[in-house]
């Protein structure tokens, strides 16, 4: 989720003090009150569950907070493709590519979510949309590191090299579960190994319940639903229905999965980074995934989550995402959110939280009907919270929550006392009316980007990519000629404040370059505690990998990264390009780090 979050600020009548209440009335992004249909408000009441007790705000030791400035990148992990990917970033390219960027003097690498997906086709393309956050993506999975590859004699490393999809074009997550899926069948090493991985983890259940819906979707589809109904539920049934083999072999696929992640981070550690990798943690899961079948009774019959309508989205919108229920959830004492934000602090350094206004209150959407059927529901936010706090603090980690839009001031407050940073997007500081746009005036107990993977990157933006393709695609607002007004009048309003701030010559406003540069001095500028870099800025990719409102009229979460004229940058070329150096350098100066050798 990005700029306007999920539209509104909201005023919950009368449920200030408990969770799972439904509003029936709420405050737009202009502050104007609307009433919701009593109709809507009584059919989202009853699937949201009884209203209990919000747990109120208490002093409490805050999630750590980097002391100083630090700088680094947030990247689409899939688009970064080597040598060595079998047709998608993969896990020991993010080993690679932490060193690599280590060594230019980045502390941290936010990355893109590597969620679990449901290893059947249709293949899921959006990381937003994962059969489960309890478990970890098997397609990023890099087969040639496994120890059973290595250790495999000559013909079977040759059986599995042949499998290896062709390199070039579009990402092709078909193609690549395809040829990965193969390659485990023939790197399994049997029951007893895994049942050796398996003794002394703390996490067996959990993998097993994956293993356990991966096997039965391999056999009955990807969409739970769909199922035989005595397979509906999880439960001893449904463990002696899968088969075995493949529970065992997903099993131990998704316990490589974490050691290469573990990995990873370790490499970014040990090359120098004080942050590491920071995982970004989707907002919901697909109901017809692993989760949504294994928790089902958490989530709320009948209801998504989505926002209202606004300016931006005048139907408002449907996320095909279930919702917790506040009541349930509260039974089993948060553990299932718990486990979710538990999975992300033992992979890495940190995590980001899309949508954080979602741990305090979410727009549940009628699975039957238009977005704009629903109303808000209050959650425990203290609660919520308090889970990815207590995790930061046991495992030393940094926590950023995704604040875009228009937030509720106490709750920004609340973010901080607990230390959770926010997120400061070049774009869109300080253009609230009333609020300051210089840099120096913007937070700093945020995370400054100059964009996201939903918005135009740097150089797109300066040449109206982002016009350009939404009339392409037919997603416009309002007629071409305003669109390149208003982007020509946004752009000259940025230029004006970079030269004006001193980072950009006024010569110099008709060099792209330049005025990448200088868009990163702002961020430099301001007190931002960290300060991330794109790729796609360094390379001059024109390209924003995900495109609002589109579905098949725009490549969303499929283009791998490319310069200006479109051509693939490998993640080696990225390392080496001058494009990279160069702003990694302008970033490691102007936060006053010496550079660190690789």
């Not at 059947?120 to 959006?126: G, R, Y």
């Not at 943690?281 to 697909?286: F, M, S, W």
């Not at 209050?378 to 990815?388: H, K, Q």
Request: proline share 7%; charged share 20%; net charge negative.
């Amino acid at each position: 989720m990005t700029a306007g979050g999920d539209g509104s600020r909201t005023r919950e009548t009368g449920g200030t003090a408990l969770a799972g209440v439904a509003a029936t009335e709420y405050r737009d992004q202009l502050q104007r009150l609307v009433q919701v249909d009593p109709a809507d408000v009584a059919r989202v009441a009853a699937a949201a569950g009884d209203p209990v007790p919000r747990t109120p705000a208490t002093a409490t030791e805050p999630a750590p907070v980097p002391e100083g400035r630090h700088w680094g990148w947030q990247v689409q992990l899939y688009q970064l493709r080597s040598a060595d990917s079998w047709g998608i970033g993969d896990y020991a390219d993010l080993a690679r590519l932490a060193t690599g960027l280590a060594a230019l003097g980045a502390d941290v690498l936010l990355v893109n979510p590597l969620h679990a997906e449901t290893p059947v086709a249709p293949f899921t393309d959006s990381p937003y949309y994962p059969s489960s956050r309890r478990a970890v993506s098997l397609a990023s999975l890099s087969i040639t590191a496994l120890p059973e590859y290595q250790a495999a004699d000559p013909d079977a490393r040759a059986a599995v090299d042949a499998l290896k999809p062709a390199s070039g074009g579009l990402i092709d997550r078909g193609e690549v579960w395809r040829a990965k899926l193969a390659a485990l069948d023939l790197l399994f090493p049997g029951e007893a190994v895994v049942q050796q991985l398996l003794d002394g983890r703390d996490d067996q259940e959990a993998l097993r319940s994956f293993a356990v819906f991966c096997a039965l979707a391999e056999q009955h589809g990807r969409s739970w639903p769909a199922w035989p109904a005595d397979l509906h539920e999880p439960g001893a049934h449904a463990d002696a229905t899968a088969d075995p083999r493949r529970v065992t072999l997903h099993t131990w696929a998704q316990i490589r999965a974490r050691e290469q992640l573990r990995a990873a981070q370790d490499a970014a550690l040990a090359a120098g980074m004080t942050i590491g990798i920071v995982h970004d943690l989707a907002v919901g899961v697909d109901p017809d995934g692993a989760d949504g079948w294994a928790l089902q009774s958490l989530f709320a019959s009948g209801m998504r989550i989505g926002a209202p309508p606004d300016e931006f989205n005048q139907l408002g919108q449907n996320w095909g995402l279930p919702a917790w229920r506040p009541d349930r959830l509260a039974e089993t004492g948060f553990a299932p959110w718990r486990s979710v934000v538990e999975t992300a602090f033992t992979l890495g350094g940190g995590l980001r939280i899309d949508h954080i206004l979602g741990l305090s209150r979410l727009w549940y959407v009628p699975q039957d009907g238009d977005a704009a059927d629903g109303t808000f529901v209050s959650y425990d936010t203290e609660a919520m919270l308090g889970a990815v706090v207590d995790a930061a603090r046991a495992h030393g980690g940094l926590v950023i929550g995704e604040d875009l839009g228009t937030v509720d001031p106490a709750f920004r407050r609340r973010l901080a006392e607990l230390g959770v940073l926010g997120s400061a997007v070049l774009w869109f500081e300080g253009t609230d009316v009333g609020e300051s746009r210089r840099p120096v005036d913007w937070r700093s107990l945020a995370a400054a980007s100059v964009s996201t993977h939903d918005l135009p990157t740097a150089h797109g933006w300066l040449q109206d990519e982002q016009v350009r393709i939404r009339e392409r695609t037919g997603v416009l607002g309002r007629p071409p000629a305003d669109e390149y007004r208003a982007a020509a009048a946004e752009r000259q309003a940025l230029l004006d404040l970079l030269v004006a701030e001193g980072l950009l010559d006024p010569a110099d406003t008709g060099d792209a370059d330049r005025v990448v540069d200088a868009m990163y001095g702002a961020l430099v500028q301001s007190p931002s505690r960290i300060v991330l870099a794109a790729p796609g800025d360094a390379v001059g990719d024109l390209r924003q990998p995900n495109l609002p409102g589109t579905v098949d009229q725009y490549p969303n979460w499929r283009l791998p990264l490319a310069d200006g004229q479109g051509q693939e940058v490998s993640l080696e070329a990225f390392l080496a390009a001058p494009g990279t150096r160069r702003l990694s350098r302008l970033l490691d100066e102007g936060l006053r780090r010496a550079p660190r050798q690789g």
